[in-house]
């Protein structure tokens, strides 16, 4: 069974700041992984995905991931937060299209 | 082009009576999704439909939830009766056939469902 895990369920940095956002999954099969992003009010939204082609992943909002086998991990990084950035954030496993199966959330506030 | 479109966006209903929750994919996604999200836990699966047919419901809690997707378009979702740990914000999702290269799974904003 796939699992993913999200350390931390509230990260707080100051603006201009590195974001990391950690997610450790678990899969019988390589996997894909995806890291979806959820503002206030509004439904969940695709920031990046890696489905086995390069292992450094750039999204959209200047987000990137890097899929490290060895480390089954796919953590996410923003070299300078915005205060835009202020949302919740969830990684999630997929096998071939199937369902998604995600973490717990991290939600990210940033300091003026 | 319409995204995902989810209604109502919220509903507060008391612990036994019905609620149907309703979704709208993009159009020409074959497939649907369904998933939930209890408070202060992951989001998750519920069922899936590929067109009009139950793809996979391993997600469905128990059988007081009912899934229909009408002629492969929109989904209904009803919960009868409604307890109040079914509580939660209920999204869908939909995404084109599997290519394994482009696929992504589009969301809708939510129904938050209250039961009292």
């Known amino acids: 069974a796939q699992s993913v895990t999200q350390l931390g369920s509230h990260v707080s940095v100051s603006e201009g700041a590195l974001v990391l956002l950690r997610c450790n999954y678990s899969?019988?099969?390589?996997?894909?992984l995806f890291w979806y992003v959820q503002y206030p009010n509004q439904g969940l939204q695709l920031l990046l995905k890696?489905?086995?082609?390069?292992?450094l992943v750039k999204g959209i909002n200047g987000f990137e991931a890097e899929f490290k086998k060895s480390e089954t991990s796919f953590h996410l990084t923003k070299p300078s937060a915005h205060m835009s950035d202020a949302a919740e954030y969830f990684c999630?496993?997929?096998?071939?299209?199937?369902?998604?199966?995600f973490g717990t959330g991290t939600r990210l506030t940033i300091i003026p | 082009e319409a995204g995902v479109t989810q209604f109502p966006s919220h509903s507060v209903i008391e612990k036994g009576q019905t609620v149907t929750l309703r979704c709208d994919p993009i159009s020409g996604h074959d497939n649907l999704y369904w998933y939930r999200r209890v408070m202060g836990k992951e989001i998750k699966f519920l069922l899936h439909f590929v067109k009009e047919s139950k793809q996979d419901e391993s997600g469905m809690p128990n059988n007081r939830f009912l899934a229909e997707r009408t002629g492969g378009t929109y989904s209904t979702l009803k919960v009868q009766p409604a307890e109040l740990e079914d509580s939660g914000v209920y999204f869908c999702a939909s995404s084109q056939e599997w290519d394994r290269v482009g696929y992504e799974q589009y969301f809708g904003p939510g129904t938050r469902l209250t039961v009292t």
């Open positions: 999630a496993v997929s096998d071939f299209g199937e369902k998604l199966t």
């Open positions: 890696y489905t086995s082609a390069a292992t």
């Open positions: 899969s019988s099969v390589p996997p894909y």
